[in-house]
């Protein structure tokens, strides 16, 4: 899209800058200049639009929009707030000196994802010092990087779903530039990066979109509020507003890929959903950019049309997150079986995640009372992103503990490998890798008591039906934020955290190396299990290759009457080896099978043997 024709403003250089609004019951609509004294009219163009050309208007001005003579408020289209999200908008200069023209980007396949928080990664958190952390990620074999949510929010603390200026990355990270230097490095890392956006809801302070037209409609409700309106009047010119949002971090900041938040908060009705325009549009500026863009579902629906082609009756999103994969993993893993947990358990359900993607395909659902999902089986394994831990499942445990604080050292090899050795895209959670001990809480700076207090009550009867023990962190204390930094570099002492750092390198670079692992296809996987004790096991086909994952989830050794697959087979890799600081003697390498699993290997372990020829 031309810069002239964008909303909000847009510097297009030679001291000239381009203003839209959208508020289509206004009759009068004008650009009230905060950084010095005077303003300037906007004319109607239709469609309830104003636009002025503004000359002698810089990078740096300040402004806000003036509704019929009535109060002025930021841009919604902002590109940068630079104080807080009550205060004047700044223009920017798109311009940047990028140094990625050799980048191609990966195929969704080739993704190993990190995901982070920019303000708990580093002690600064920011943007910048992100930067001398790639070299980092690229040992460990991390292939892209997500970002939580980065549009700006009140105050500097947030875990980003509460951004009120879809377009304004954070003051408080750096802003555009510091982002824009940001994706710059990771593409001459060799890192994709794929940005969480919130298309679902905007956040309480700071939100003053519903004073410029009908964004938000009260046919349907949110956890969060009226929800946005896709499929009411005038809903044409809200989804222009996000799907701009979504073409401006893919041509301006070279983002590789959105995370879509929480899809199913998205009320659309309508016989062309949003989500598929929205895919319409970032797979045309691919086609032109020749570079790969991807959307990424977070979508608790289990409804394969949200990841089915068009012609497929689906919307054309590319991949979602695995929500059913993290539960069975975590069920298996810590026997909890409360709030959402309830409806998971067993090696079976975790074995039927592997086939097709949902434990949920169309049974019902005690936790949901009804019902849920359907079979997404012809999909392919790309299409979903799995992971052991990520910032819901971590943060939204009332004291904030990771998987590293819940089970045995053992238990989390398991998990790693059931995560990295599957056929799905893995997602591993900042400082899993190697561990990390610090929670990861949530964390707010409101600057409206009223606010603060409705926030604490909502989090205390979040946690009501999991039953957990204790006192909810404060969100708003600053102390809270503090304790979810993440803590590096690792002490030469921290012995158990550098053999988990090697294992989870060793396990990246097995996954990378085997084709008929990460190019998996439906024709060259089967998946088996029994339940005393709970076993799972992948085999894995593909050109003259014969893998076999096995994930045993007892911590003693017990009889199995699992078969396996008769003939020599080799370990590529044992989490029980003395390498991995497990009691296997190092290299201990092939096993003879006659069709029954051997009881000594039925351990909580994980196993990845190769068949010898």
Known sequence: MHNESRLGANYLGNGLTSFRVWAPATSRARVVLASRKGAID?????????????????????????????????????????????????????????????????????????ELHVGT???????????????????????????????????????????????????????????????NACHQHGLA??????????????????AFGPYFTRCYKTGWG????????????????????????????????????????IRDFSATPFLQDLARATAAASKQTHRPFYLIAESDLNDRRVISPEEGNGWGIHSQWSDDFHHCLHVLLTGERTGYYQDFGGANMLAKVYREGYAFTGQYSNFRRKRHGNSPAKNGYAQFVVCSQNHDQIGNRMSGERLSQLVSFESLKVAAAAV???????????????????????????????????????????FASFKWLGTVPDPQEEATFAKSKIHLPLPESDHESRLLLNYYRELI???KSQPAIHAADRRGVEVFAVEHPPVVLVRYYREGSELLLLLSFTE???????????????????????????????????LLSNGRLDMSIVLRNAVLFERVA
């Open 226 to 265: 009226d929800a946005l309106n896709f499929d009411a009047g005038h809903s044409d010119q809200v989804r222009r507003f996000f799907i701009e949002n979504a073409l401006y971090w893919q041509g301006d900041f070279h983002i590789d890929a959105l995370r879509l938040d929480a899809v199913h908060a």
């Open 420 to 462: 990295i050795l599957s056929p799905f895209v893995p997602l591993l959670f900042m400082g899993e890798e190697y561990g990390e001990k610090a929670p990861f809480l949530y964390f707010t700076s409101h600057t409206q008591p009223s606010l603060v207090e409705a926030v604490r009550a909502g989090r205390a009867e979040e």
């Open 193 to 210: 990066v794929i940005l969480d956006v919130v298309y679902n809801h905007l956040g309480p302070e700071g939100n003053y979109l519903a």
């Open 42 to 114: 906007l004319a109607p163009e239709g469609d309830g639009y104003f636009h002025a050309l503004a000359e002698n208007m810089r990078p740096g001005e300040r402004y806000m929009f003036q509704l019929d003579g009535g109060e002025a408020y930021p841009d919604p289209a902002s590109k940068f707030q630079p104080i807080d999200v009550h205060s004047a908008s700044e223009v920017v200069d798109s311009a940047f000196n990028w140094e990625d023209s050799q980048w191609a980007g990966h195929p969704l396949q080739e993704f190993i994802i990190y």
């Open 556 to 590: 003693s050794p017990e009889r199995s009457n699992l078969l396996f697959p008769k003939g020599r087979w080799r370990k590529l890799l044992d989490s029980q080896d003395e390498l991995w600081g497990g009691n296997v003697p190092k290299g201990s390498g092939e």
């Open 509 to 511: 670079r097995l996954r």
């Open 121 to 183: 990664f580093t002690p600064e958190g920011t943007f910048d010092a992100i930067i001398p952390e790639l070299p980092r990620l690229v040992d460990l074999g991390i292939t892209a990087i997500e970002l939580m949510p980065v549009a700006q929010f009140p105050g500097d603390r947030n875990w980003g779903y509460d951004g009120v200026y879809p377009f304004a990355p954070q003051n408080s990270y750096g802003g555009p530039a510091g982002l824009k230097r940001l994706v």
